[in-house]
């Protein structure tokens, strides 16, 4: 028994407690005992991540705590390299969220002039925040499913007032689209999740002890679709996407960077723990559907991201085109497929969100998220502009910054996998990468209609990035370009993840060079 | 005919294991200047030109080191770390080919950082400009020198972005800020071409590191569809970065860019490399009758005229340049298609033509600089005398470029067509002609600025520009004038790059009367005449005459950008626009009528908003939820 995961949920947990019950007034108070909370967090999980043995058992850090008895649920945590990975995502995203969102739940000035004033107080938001985290760090290490699915659904409470009560204009739509779109799926996988535990009649949620118990094709298939249509929602892929546009739009860029960065992760992690492994025969039969839905993301988000005349909107559209990468990429089921796919889901947090952020200090100045209001900014604040270039490079999957790496990987893993034996993923990996194109054009025009061209008028008035704002790009812009050239240390963790779910998929796809370049 | 030499691995220090510093030094050059920023005003400038200089020092000892090896050792690879796991590796390829060009890049790199000082001057953001230019060349010798197929990507895009931030560099006219994105989204569709290209390399030979890839090649000889349709891909690469047809159309718009930038990316080194990446991947364009490499000549002989053709119809001096820069590399893709036979003299071309055209645009430049940056060569005239060391280099330039005897374009501009006189008659022929256009376009330049009657702006006041502009302009001159023979006499560059390409099956023979060679110097001596004729003795129009069909075709740039607009632009909109209308009524519309319908609102929850609609809708939810779950578990257990 580890301690390790508990502590790592209780510190933000008692955090959020005691930030929501710090008297009225003390606001400044409660943002600067969020921000220590989560830098404590922060320095836990990588304190933690550094002594996971990347050759060791496939779970760390076990705890397992009986729960619910008379149905065996029980509280059982412990990460594997993806899990990981994706636990030091969120604990590297929160502080940073806090420190940007200092002023979001303050209230913010439309263009117009007008004053949208959140709904609940500032240290609520902060707790919430905390409350999150938990919540994050939780459905990653959930071993027990049962555990998993509460997760799961619970993250959606705190996401819905953050959305609702501090958004923008929109809000009240916006969040409750969310939630009834993830609920809907919440449900199916509720369903799914009980049943399995009846089919299985195991008596337990344990996910290692219920690998490969499942064998009739049939029942794989309804158990399958239960899982995948809830992360399907979840990451989002077309045609269930809908609700993240109008979600990411509306939420406050903090929560946005949370919630496309961290929370639509789960849908693509589970996928590929959840669906593969506990259905590897469905997974199978059902391959190529998904793989086009995938490809139709990849190039449907980028064509309506195009379209877009809102910044917020135009980067939640490029998220599901990447979100279509890393289903490819999950389902392609080879080892540099999945394991881009896992590295992906890493690499989209970073960019995406100092995408959301530095998009955000603009609309922040600007009291506008639509794309033609500005102009110019280039010459009026350098620093906030080269941070947003780098940023919509990293969208566009600049090679050089991590996420072409991942890009690379799951394109060519997706072509040379052999799992199918057809040409089919071949195909796709040729369709997926007029993404490239595509990305190209998104990313540039709206750099174009911003930062370039002559300095409309309200933008003369812009001040430059200060200090905090500074330390809350700089320190993802600098991920972005070490993990662009050096990918490994990632790649090292995750890979013996994948190497593991393969053997369980009982996919026979040897890795392509089986032996690198290097002698 | 011998394969190249395999590459070893290199284990001993020396220069070679340093080799990496190369690229180093630019890139710390550009992190200083870009993170340090403002603080960096005053000695900027000197940064950038110290990290360049350094750079040519450890290619110049690199390459002494080379030369001073057995020809067979003269491939090493460097490993640098473990970059993809189980894929791919981080290393140089440190070879005759890759050297030559880090020479290239960072010789005539350093000269343009040098010019830059002065040509920049004035411009408050000089420093911004020169992290771009360190940037430029670190990405730049990362594409030539990396050992496999990712890190050419990475230099590859690299110098893809550098050059959207100097075409865009004066971001803030619209022109400059669309010619940016323009270049780089059409980079783009190339990059689309390479990137496949790589998925089938790895799919084909299970590797993309140059050494692996030359002994499965040498171990099974590739051929049948998966070969030509990596050479075709790569091919579409090199189009992109290269501006050959069809993805030209960047490049004279490129032009936005401030003139050094044109000089270094878009003439002596970025657009050359798309050659490099044919030459480097030369077994796939193997033989030199199959498909691929058949298609690398056309593309380079349509190009070559295309560009020229171009060329001739351009009143901005720039353009002009730039229309042939596109016809030069035409050239030098004509001669990469011909294998090693042609290699030689691509290269060759390749290397002088970074000279001459360098010198070229540099002197523009220097005209553009004491003439209030006019680039319109109507409003030139006469201007030999007041700049006489910008007229004086920029002559030569010219000599060199149209194949004047003996001058360094001569000799690599020849090779290059009696080659292909040899092998792709037809080809052969084309680029004789284009010889004779080039002649036209480049005398009817000459003309229409350094002679003739003055046609200048009243506040012109021409000037010969300082000595850290025309000093630049004086070595670039130097190497137009002479290296064209030094590496093509004797086949020099031929049996220095033998160990990195090949060779072919007869070692080519420079003849100095070949029918081919007489007949282009003659369509040249046309050319230039007839220019004369009309730029020379007769008056220049100040406003551009409307000029015949033909004229208005190539004054259009061949109707490349209409083409573009009407097979991809709009068709594109429509697309984005039905794709975003789709979303917001199709999809959205569809699943905003089943949430409605679920939560008894009868379709109304757009614009009902109130919280009863909401937590109707949310407890019918929960309950079915707890619904489900329960009659699953009463049921089953």
């Known amino acids: 028994m580890s301690p390790w995961l508990p502590i790592l949920m209780a510190v933000p947990v008692l955090g959020a407690i005691v930030v929501a019950l710090l008297p009225k007034g003390s606001d400044k108070l409660a943002k600067q005992a969020t921000l220590l909370v989560s830098l404590v967090v922060l320095v836990l999980t990588l304190v933690m991540a550094v002594q996971f043995k990347t050759g060791g058992p496939r779970f760390q850090f076990q705890a397992v705590y009986d729960w619910i008895p008379s149905f065996g649920v029980k509280f059982g945590v412990g990460v594997d390299g993806i899990a990981l990975v994706l636990i030091a995502l969120s604990a590297v995203l929160v502080p940073i969220v806090v420190l940007a969102s200092w002023h979001d739940a303050d209230g913010t000035q439309s263009a117009d002039g007008t004053l949208i004033t959140p709904k609940r107080s500032v240290k609520t938001y902060f707790s919430l925040l905390l409350v999150l985290e938990a919540m994050m760090i939780g459905v990653f290490a959930s071993t027990d499913i049962f555990l998993f699915y509460v997760f799961f659904e619970a993250m959606l409470i705190p996401m819905y007032f953050m959305i609702g009560s501090y958004g923008g204009a929109q809000r009240s739509y916006a969040a409750v689209k969310f939630l009834l779109y993830s609920l809907f799926g919440g449900l199916l996988m509720l369903v799914a999740v009980i049943a399995l535990y009846v089919v299985a009649g195991k008596g337990t949620f344990m996910f290692p002890e219920l690998v490969g118990v499942i064998q009739d094709p049939a029942t794989q298939k309804w158990l399958f679709a239960g899982f995948f249509i809830a992360f399907a929602i979840k990451a989002p892929l077309w045609p269930v996407h809908t609700w993240l546009p109008d979600a990411a739009a509306q939420a406050p860029a903090g929560a946005a960077v949370l919630l496309v960065g961290v929370l639509d992760k789960v849908g693509t992690f589970g996928m590929l723990r959840f669906c593969l492994e506990l ?131 799951v394109m060519i893993g997706t072509y040379t996998s052999s799992a199918f034996g057809s040409g089919a993923l071949a195909v796709a990996a040729i369709v997926s990468a007029l993404a490239v194109i595509l990305a190209a054009v998104y990313i540039l025009w709206m750099v174009q209609r911003t930062l370039n061209g002559p300095t409309a008028e309200p933008v003369k008035a812009f001040k430059d990035l200060n200090v905090r704002e500074i330390v809350v790009l700089a320190p993802l812009i600098a991920l972005i370009i070490g993990f662009g050239f050096f990918p490994k240390p990632l790649l090292d963790v995750i890979n013996p993840t994948v190497t593991q779910t393969l053997v369980n998929v009982k996919v026979d796809n040897p890795a392509i060079a089986e032996k690198g370049a290097g002698q | 005919m011998e394969s190249p030499a395999e590459i070893v691995q290199h284990t001993a220090g020396g220069m070679i294991g340093a080799s990496w510093l190369m690229i180093a030094f ?122 496999n197929y990712v890190g050419l990507f990475i230099g590859w895009e690299g110098v893809g972005l550098a050059s959207y931030l100097l075409i865009g560099f004066w971001q803030f006219k619209p022109s400059a800020a669309v010619a940016a994105k323009k270049a780089f989204i059409v980079n783009r569709v190339g990059d689309f071409g390479l990137l496949v290209g790589m998925f089938i390399i790895l799919a084909t030979f299970h590797t993309l590191t140059f050494s692996e890839l030359g ?63 044919v030459v480097r991947s030369g077994a796939f364009f193997f033989p030199p009758d199959s498909t691929q490499a058949i298609a690398v000549s056309v593309v380079g002989a349509a190009t070559l005229l295309a560009g020229a053709i171009i060329g001739c119809a351009k009143d901005d001096i720039k353009k002009g340049l730039a229309g042939s820069t596109m016809s030069q590399i035409g050239y030098m893709m004509l001669g990469a298609g011909l294998g090693p036979a042609g290699y030689a003299f691509a290269i060759g071309h390749l290397i002088t033509h970074g000279f001459f055209k360098a010198d070229l645009f540099l002197g523009a430049g220097s005209v553009m600089h004491g003439m209030n940056d006019e680039v319109n060569m109507r409003k030139y005239g006469g201007l030999r005398k007041h700049m006489p060391i910008t007229f004086a280099t920029f002559f030569i330039g010219y000599l060199a470029i149209i194949g004047f005897p003996l001058l360094s374009g001569y000799f690599t501009k020849d090779g290059i067509i009696e080659t292909a006189v040899h092998h792709q008659p037809i080809l052969g022929w084309l680029a004789v002609l284009g010889a004779g256009i080039t002649g036209f376009y480049m005398s009817r330049m000459v003309f229409m600025t350094f002679f003739g009657e003055k046609r200048w702006e009243k506040d012109a006041h021409p000037h010969e520009s300082p000595a850290v502009m025309t000093w630049p302009l004086m070595i670039l001159s130097i190497g137009a004038l002479f290296l064209g023979g030094y590496l093509i006499l004797s086949n020099r560059l031929y049996f220095f790059l033998s160990p990195a390409v090949g060779t072919a099956e007869a070692t080519p023979e420079f003849d100095f009367a070949s029918t081919a060679g007489l007949v282009t110097l003659a369509l040249v001596a046309v050319g230039a005449g007839f220019a004369w004729v009309r730029y020379g003795r007769a008056e220049v129009p100040a406003v551009a005459p409307r000029g015949s069909f033909l004229t208005t075709f190539a004054r259009r740039d061949l109707y490349g950008d209409a083409l573009n607009e009407s097979l991809f632009m709009r068709p594109g909109q429509w697309l984005t626009r039905f794709a975003v209308y789709f979303d917001n009524r199709g999809i959205d519309g569809l699943v905003n009528g089943l949430a409605a319908g679920i939560g008894g609102t009868s379709g109304r929850l757009r614009r009902i908003q109130t919280g009863f609609a909401r937590s109707y809708a949310l407890s019918i939810l929960f309950g079915a939820a707890l619904l489900a779950g329960a009659l699953l578990l009463v049921g089953n257990i």
């Open chain 2, 215 to 277: 002994k499965q090649i040498a171990e099974h000889p590739p051929s049948g569809g998966a070969v030509t349709a990596i050479g075709l891909l790569l091919l579409l690469g090199a189009c992109g970065k290269s501006a050959q047809l069809p993805l030209q159309s960047w490049l004279l718009d490129a032009m936005e860019g401030p003139t050094p930038v044109s000089a270094l990316i878009h003439a002596a080194t970025m657009v050359t490399a798309g050659v490099y990446l």
């Open chain 1, 279 to 409: 259905f590897p025969d469905a997974a199978k039969a059902f391959t190529m559907p998904i793989v086009v839905l995938a490809v139709i993301s990849i190039i449907y988000g980028a064509i309506v991201a195009i379209g877009q005349t809102d910044m917020k909107r135009l980067i939640a559209y490029t998220s599901i085109s990447h979100f279509g990468f890393i289903v490819m990429g999950v389902f392609a089921m080879s080892q540099v497929s999945q394991s881009g796919a896992a590295l992906y889901m890493v690499n989209h947090g970073f960019a995406t969100g100092a995408l959301f952020l530095a998009a955000g200090f603009l609309i922040a100045r600007r009291g506008s998220p639509h794309i033609a209001d500005y102009g110019g900014v280039q010459k009026v604040t350098p620093l906030l502009a080269g941070f947003f270039l780098i940023a919509g490079l990293a969208g566009l999957s600049l090679p050089g910054l991590s996420s072409f790496v991942s890009e690379f990987m």
């Open chain 2, 26 to 147: 630019p890139l710390l050059g550009a992190a200083i200047l870009l993170i340090l920023g403002r603080m960096t005003n005053r000695w900027g400038h000197l940064l950038g030109v110290a990290m360049s200089l350094a750079s040519f020092v450890v290619a110049v000892l690199t390459f002494l080191e080379i030369i001073g090896l057995p020809a067979e050792q003269r491939r090493q690879a460097v490993h640098l770390y473990e970059f993809i796991p189980g894929m791919v590796d981080m290393g140089l390829l440190i070879d005759p080919l890759s050297i030559s060009f880090a020479l290239l890049i960072t010789g005539v790199g350093s000269l343009i950082h040098i010019y830059s000082i002065g040509y920049m001057s004035h411009d408050p953001e000089r420093r911004r400009f020169f992290s771009y230019l360190n940037l430029f060349v670190a990405a730049m010798l990362l594409l030539v020198l990396a050992d």
